[in-house]
């Protein structure tokens, strides 16, 4: 006998398998086989990723609008400060393949009322990724991380990231020694707001850069991907 | 804070990708039901599929540590497909033959072409793969 309660509807599934993803586990399958990685590497691998996301960077941001100690240690040492939120960048991530410690730089970008951070990476889509979790699929983009570096004021205002001219705007190009956050200025209207509640205001985007966070928005906007109307050629090509 | 574009062409025997399609990645796109149209059909909310997360993970291992590396510093045959060569590839492909294909189906289609482009498999071992998960997955 169970007592499960069965007499909720349970959450709709795909009823049908793709070649998709028969593709992605035929290709995984023959790299194990072929000795390129092993499968329980692959597994534990996979469980480290599944529990990454937002929220440790999120929260490392609300922490420091309200404790200006804690906001300094976060601007001197991203990592020390990441360990308060739950996330030790040498620890944490599975170390049987080899994450190596010169993976262990995160550098917070404190906004300014007159200067604005946004992070990119134009070589190819480094990101935060124990503090952040996994890339959205713009910033893997050569739309995105080619025009950022060029037009940062266009390609933020395409956000709907208006910033008026006396703001300065920097862009972090990240790599791989080196991956950033954002930590936007605090807005206005969230006096007295705890810890949990401006937690939920600090969205990935805002942690990118590309938006700032308001009281009542606590998810990113849908964005369309666009292609480059006239793409730049990859160096590698000249 | 800045890095070169330049650094994936600065180890000299960087070769680009052969764009040229394969015939068994054409046939998955010809009959394969992209996540965004079979998520619609279902009801289903998830944005992205359940294998994305595999996808992922599979990249990061074929990588080693070469994802914190600079490419200059990535010994050869350190890692099966640097992150950097894949992600170039990648890129050339979702500018030409991929060019339509939705993400993350594009990323995958670009790895599967990539491993077999740079020879880590064949198209004919991954053709009997393919079938054989298909029988497993279909089975029961």
């Known amino acids: 006998m169970s007592d499960h309660d069965h007499s909720h509807k349970p959450a709709p599934m795909v009823d049908e398998v793709s070649d998709f993803e028969i593709l992605e586990m035929a290709v995984r399958e023959l790299a194990i086989d072929k000795g390129l990685f092993s499968q329980e590497d692959h597994r534990v691998w996979t469980e480290y990723v599944h529990t990454l996301g937002p929220v440790p960077a999120a929260r490392l941001v609300a922490k420091a609008w309200l404790d200006p100690e804690y906001k300094k240690l976060a601007a001197a040492d991203g990592v020390e400060a990441s360990k308060a939120v739950g996330v030790d960048w040498v620890t944490s991530p599975p170390t049987q393949f080899g994450t190596p410690s010169d993976y262990c730089n995160l550098r917070v970008l404190e906004d300014t009322p007159k200067l604005k951070h946004v992070v990119v990476c134009s070589l190819c889509s ?77 969205t990935r985007d805002c942690l990118i850069g590309v938006a700032v966070p308001k009281p009542g928005i606590t998810s990113n906007a849908k964005r369309p991907i666009r292609k480059a109307i006239h793409p730049v050629q990859h160096d590698h090509d000249h | 804070m800045s890095t070169s574009d330049s650094d994936v062409n600065s180890k000299g025997d960087y070769q680009a990708i052969d764009t040229t399609p394969i015939s068994l990645l054409q046939t998955v796109l010809e009959h394969g039901r992209v996540w965004e149209d079979l998520a619609a059909q279902y009801g289903v909310t998830n944005p992205d599929p359940p294998w994305k997360i595999t996808l992922e993970a599979t990249c990061d291992l074929l990588a080693g540590d070469s994802c914190v590396k600079s490419y200059k510093e990535v010994v050869p045959g350190s890692c099966a497909l640097p992150s950097l060569e894949r992600r170039a590839d990648e890129d050339d492909l979702a500018d030409t033959i991929y060019e339509d294909v939705p993400f993350p ?8 072409h990539t491993m077999i482009k740079r020879g880590l498999i064949e198209e004919g071992e991954l053709k009997c793969r393919m079938l054989q998960v298909e029988q497993r997955l279909n089975s029961g």
């Open chain 2, 105 to 112: 189906e594009r990323q995958l289609m670009a790895l599967a």
């Open chain 1, 126 to 202: 480094c990101y935060p990724r124990p503090i952040l979790g996994q890339s959205p699929e713009w910033y893997r983009t050569p739309n995105y991380r080619r025009r950022l570096v060029r037009w940062p004021r266009q390609v933020l205002s395409e956000f709907g990231l208006q910033l008026p001219p006396e703001v300065e705007v920097r862009v972090a190009d990240s790599n791989q020694k080196t991956r950033y956050i954002v930590m936007p200025v605090r807005p206005e209207g969230t006096e007295g707001w705890t810890e949990d509640q401006l937690t939920e205001i600090v």
